[in-house]
């Protein structure tokens, strides 16, 4: 039921008329709910706050711009390698730094975070440096972000519902219990890790193709608060929250766009605003269906 | 890049100058860490803040407003009285956030995460007032702010006057901050709330108004850091950006310690000095960076932290 609904939002969005300028928006808003999903599943359902997930964007952008640009290979298997080099990153780094705890996770990501950016910025020779990485061709159509936004949205939707999505929220709620009842919560966590490196580095990847043209500083430790901010603003522990939260932020950044001036003033603000008024987010941590009148079975109330 | 000593020494104590900058920054960050656990990202901005009220004293004001609204001060008594107008404003800023961002949160959830990304928000928010309202350009304190000095201590080593003050008042508002902490019934009571909160506000201290107490001590010192920081680096939006490096000071000497804060940061002014006299000065960042994960690999609790007692 839920996967014919997410493929009847995808055919809509891939084939509804549109201006030029709506179909911008709709790849951006695909762009960004890949990357949000990515790090809800982290963030929300297993606990472990992240402030540097824009390298793994990062990562997978550079790995499609040098494979399609500089070795001319077709974009699909590139962008498919970006998600697979932000994973191979994400193991390397998750290995030694899933053992920290809460807070210093966080603060380790700013500082993995921040160390993948300034290599790219210092790699000239791969990267071309700071000035940035022109000339990719536009691989990211409408129609593609939207497929892939489909088809990563039923995945995890489907993994959150499933065992390893259970063992993901168990060791969120009670690290201990979990795995006293015999969960193996480390490799749980890395599961969690390296499924949203992958997203995010396809996210990434995507965004490459759309723009053109990528930067070391669009992934800067901004965008990973960003992404993370999203996901806490559209309820921890709620997917569809999280698609929410992202869908907002994205129309409400493009709608300011004319005063760009003001727009990082307003999203400040707005960062601010959440926290004080609804920090528990839009959805909570319940799912959109939750909130539909008479449901019948199925489905556990937190 | 050759080895001699010459260099050597003039990197240790240009490391030690920006370390004490650091540590002034560091300090007021792990104070707020120790009383609230969360990672106060605003703490830049209280930084800007300063840089800016300092500048706007010494000139008038009139990059804001186009003109002068005040008489600029350096007839006044120049340096010292925007110095400590930059200290109150920071100080009333740092108060402000706690009370209209911090506070309402604090009051209805325990979760620190919604603090540390509220105060993203704010950085974000005073960041960019002063992008619209100042505008985005590097500007530097008035010439003669500072004495243009330097001391020659031969071999080729000279000790700018300005990186010997910074290094005198960061062990001046240090000692001072030890002072208050030490000798006083506010700080006996910092302490305290640094242990145990709850347990502190259950034994009688003002809970709501030592918090105000502590952002308004760390506004000041983040304000120091500001005004040393824009003299050696130009002052511009955003420059509390480079409070990056004094939360990874804090970290590496343990969060919420503050002799830790001021051991890290000094490591940190070191580390970034001497890998620019001889690496390379593109790599400091990177080696501040890596400093910070290999700490956390081994020894996430940093140099002087409480031991984290998950252990899994």
Excluded at chain 1, 36 to 63: D, K, N, P, R
Excluded at chain 2, 237 to 258: D, E, N, R
């Amino acid at each position: 039921m839920k996967n014919a609904v997410f493929a009847l939002i995808g055919l809509a969005l891939a084939f509804a008329p549109m201006s030029g300028y709506q179909e911008g928006i709709v790849v951006l808003l695909c762009i960004n709910c890949i990357a949000a999903m990515g790090v809800s599943l982290l963030t929300g359902f297993t606990g472990i706050f992240t402030l540097g997930h824009a390298a793994y964007m990062a990562l997978g952008a550079y790995t499609a711009a040098i494979m399609t640009v500089r070795h001319g290979i077709n974009w699909l298997p590139a962008v498919m390698s970006g998600g697979v080099v932000a994973v191979a990153v994400a193991w390397l780094i998750g290995v030694p730094t899933l053992r920290l705890t809460g807070d210093y996770y966080a603060i380790a990501s700013i500082g993995l975070g921040e160390a993948i950016r300034l290599v790219l910025e210092n790699w000239r020779s791969l990267t071309k440096g700071a000035r940035g990485f022109p000339g990719i061709e536009s691989y990211t159509t409408r129609f593609v972000a939207v497929a892939f936004f489909t088809a990563m949205g039923i995945v995890m939707f489907n993994l959150i519902n499933s065992r390893l999505g259970r063992e993901l929220k168990a060791s969120r709620d009670d690290r201990v219990a979990a795995s006293l009842m015999g969960f193996d919560t480390p490799s749980s966590r890395m599961k969690a890790l390296l499924i949203s490196a992958f997203y995010c580095g396809v996210s990434g990847a995507l965004l490459g193709g759309y723009m053109n043209f990528i930067q070391p500083s669009m992934f800067d430790m901004m965008k990973s608060t960003e992404l993370t901010a999203v996901v806490v603003f559209g309820g921890l522990g709620s997917m569809s929250g999280a698609l929410l939260g992202s869908a907002l932020v994205t129309s409400v950044m493009e709608y300011f766009r004319d005063i760009s001036q003001y727009r990082m003033l307003i999203y400040g603000a707005l960062l601010v605003l959440i926290m004080v008024l609804r920090p528990e987010g839009l959805l909570g941590s319940r799912e959109v269906w939750d909130f539909l009148p008479n449901r019948r079975g199925g489905g556990i109330k937190p | 890049m050759d080895f001699n000593f010459s260099t050597l020494f003039q990197q240790v104590i240009n490391g030690l100058s920006l370390g004490s900058v650091y540590a002034l920054i560091a300090v007021g960050y792990s104070l707020v860490y120790s009383i609230l656990s969360f990672s106060n990202f605003a703490h830049g901005g209280f930084l800007v803040v300063g840089g800016y009220i300092c500048y706007g004293l010494l000139t008038g004001f009139d990059v804001a407003f186009g003109r002068e609204v005040l008489l600029s001060v350096p007839s006044m008594g120049g340096i010292w009285l925007a110095g400590l107008g930059a200290m109150a404003g920071a100080g009333a800023v740092a108060v402000l956030t706690e009370r209209l961002a911090y506070k309402p949160i604090r009051e209805h959830t325990s979760m620190t995460l919604y603090l540390l990304i509220a105060s993203m928000g704010v950085s974000i928010v005073i960041e960019n007032i002063f992008v619209i309202l100042v505008g985005g350009r590097f500007r530097a304190l008035p010439q003669g702010t500072f004495p243009a000095a330097t001391f020659d201590l031969g071999g080729g080593v000279t000790v700018n006057a300005s990186d010997l003050l910074s290094l005198g008042f960061a062990v001046f508002f240090l000692g001072g901050l030890q002072f208050f902490l030490m000798r006083t019934r506010w700080g006996l009571a910092i302490r305290a709330a640094a242990c145990d909160l709850r347990t502190a506000g259950l034994m009688g201290v003002n809970v709501s108004r030592l918090i105000g107490i502590v952002f308004f001590v760390a506004g000041i010192l983040a304000a120091v850091g500001g005004v040393f920081l824009s003299a050696r680096y130009t002052l511009y939006p955003q420059l509390g950006g480079i409070t990056t490096k004094a939360f990874v000071a804090a970290v590496i000497g343990g969060l919420g310690s503050l002799p830790g804060a001021v051991v890290g940061s000094l490591l940190l002014g070191l580390a970034e000095m001497l890998t620019a006299g001889f690496v390379s000065s593109q790599m400091r960042d990177l080696v501040v960076f890596s400093m910070l994960v290999i700490m956390l690999l081994i020894k996430p609790a940093g140099f002087f932290g409480k031991q984290i007692s998950d252990k899994i």
